[in-house]
């Protein structure tokens, strides 16, 4: 079975690159669709309290009968949880959902610099890594700003930051400030919806290749060395967006999906995100 490539957090711990997200998959679908993830040889599933189907994704790595330490699994903590004791209470209860003892990595979800509790939050972060709960931890959405912030005034550089990337809105300042950080960019909203999609530069370059533009754009991120994590409910897509080992963007072709970047932020902007 084709194994996805693993990447080095900043503590040692090896992360699947190519993962399966479930943000926007209803519970109901999730057990069929982590399952059928876990079966065509995903090792890395993304999950969040606010997908409201951490339950449904520690059902299916339960029935799928693998080792708890061959599944790598992330979660995130809800927006109204911030805060020291509040982020505690909230792990432990992603983890009752989940029905594990620990997370491979654990996440703020959002900064929410309006109610200026991130970096208290943390410092439950801190303490949940340092019982081994969480064997590491990042944050999502975070800015250059946030992520100074937070470095200056707690003890441990999260491992993560987890952001939207895609071809038209590539985040190469903020990748930079990871790199210089020792930070793993993770790439959410990875295909920009789709509309990214029908771009005639990843149409050209899909059609050179014999492949979809989505496995196109999923091997951009990966030689870009992003971590990403397309969803997908459908198992025909499900193991398509795995199947992008076998071939190689020259850089010729990854200039040219660089340069469609234009800023195309599709999600809220971190700092205007503060519920």
């Not at 959405?141 to 992520?147: G, S, V, W």
Request: glycine share 6%; proline share 5%; net charge negative.
């Amino acid at each position: 079975m084709t194994q996805s490539p693993t990447i080095s957090l900043n503590n040692g711990v090896e992360i699947p690159q190519l993962g399966f997200g479930v943000f926007q998959i209803d519970p109901e679908d999730t057990v069929a669709a982590v399952g059928k993830a876990l079966d065509v040889g995903y090792r890395h599933i993304d999950t969040a309290a606010m997908y409201g189907n951490e339950k449904e994704v520690g059902q299916a790595i339960h029935d799928s009968g693998l080792a708890r330490d061959d599944v790598f699994v992330t979660s995130k903590l809800n927006n109204d949880a911030h805060g020291y004791d509040e982020a505690l209470a909230a792990f432990d209860a992603s983890l009752e959902r989940l029905g594990l003892d620990h997370v491979d990595l654990y996440l703020i979800h959002w900064p929410q610099p309006g109610n200026d509790r991130y970096v208290d939050t943390w410092r439950a972060f801190e303490k949940i890594y340092a019982d081994g709960r969480a064997k590491s931890i990042g944050v999502s959405n975070f800015e250059p700003n946030h992520l100074h912030r937070l470095i200056a005034e707690t003890d441990v550089v999260p491992a993560v930051n987890q952001v939207e990337v895609h071809p038209t809105f590539t985040q190469d300042e903020l990748r930079a400030v990871h790199s210089d950080l020792g930070i793993v960019t993770e790439a959410w909203s990875p295909l920009g919806q789709a509309d990214d999609l029908d771009n005639d530069t990843v149409k050209r370059v899909a059609r050179s290749r014999d492949k979809t533009t989505a496995q196109v754009v999923l091997r951009w991120h990966l030689q870009r060395g992003d971590v990403v994590f397309p969803k997908s409910v459908t198992p025909e897509r499900i193991e398509a967006n795995f199947d992008v080992f076998d071939f190689e963007l020259s850089s010729t072709d990854m200039a040219d999906i660089d340069a469609m970047d234009e800023g195309n932020r599709m999600g809220p902007h971190p700092d205007q995100m503060n519920t």
